[in-house]
């Protein structure tokens, strides 16, 4: 019985003599893990970040709990590098500390559990991507310092029904995100529904602008309007109709891609190139005019139109380049 209770003791000893990173502690937010200028708690899912230059190192080394952390909060810090958290799918809410001067790209990219964030001056730079596809952000406010806002920052937020600016590089108008001077749409909000109508003005329509607003049903472009963006209207599951208008010269990659209940197209005689999956899989297109100008067909341009019927060309199809799989469209010639 000695021998059982002296072994016993020297294994007490021995653990209390390790120690360990690992702190078990009964407060909520207490870290489980803590390392050196971060914490993570495995109770509660925080992550806790006390030193800011860890934010723009080129790793993240709390990329291990991912799939895991569900609050954000850091303590300081001057920016968020790029990719600082992208994909942590887990994350509702993120706390950032006043002195952020910029959010860096994929930042937050796939969250798609985020609700919440707020965003404060001096905050002067929103990187490309930077909130791409989440999917639970419901509201958004633009600080007043905030000069910049790469593309698709806020693509694919299927919840963002709310935007305001308090800045002057920015403005919000019918639902929809412009620049300053309203010639380029920026973003169309998940509030828009119906007939949409784009101001005149408009030159320009940003990659996926309009991207997976399954609400709106047609959208009209001004006159004067000169390019549209790789996948801006992609993914839209009522839209049946986009009205181009004759000044249109260009058409982004995939632009239309996956609106399955677009009807019919009628594209700009000054358009000279249909690219890269520019319809792929409307299954419900059925009718296109192309352009007289028109010197190439890209990739999948026309691939999974299934109910594709008539293409009107007044050119001569075999003069333009087209490239594979395109038989949908190339099988009316």
Partial sequence: MKRLMCSFAVLLLLLVACGCHLQQQSAEDAPTFAYSGWAYGE?????????????????????QYADHVKKVIIEEADGIGDGAFAFFSALQTAELPSGITYIGENAFSGCYSLQEITLCAPLQRIGARAFFECRSLQ???????????????????????????????FAVADKMLFNADKTQLLLCSAAAEGDITVPDGVLHIAERAFAECNAVQSVTLPAGLLSVGSYAFSQCRMLTSVTLPASLQTLGEGAFCLSE???????PDAVKELPDSLFFACTQLQNVHLPSALETIGVSAFAECISLQAADFAGNIKAVAVAEDNIPLTSLF
């Fill in 261 to 267: 209940q677009l009807q019919s197209m009628v594209i």
């Fill in 43 to 63: 109770r509660s899912g925080v992550l806790r970040i006390s030193d800011g230059s860890l934010l723009t190192a080129q790793s993240y080394p709390w990329t």
């Fill in 139 to 169: 509201s958004l406010i633009l600080p007043v310092s905030l000069t910049e806002i790469g593309e698709q920052a806020f693509a694919c937020c299927t919840s963002l029904s709310q935007i305001e600016s308090q800045s002057d590089s």
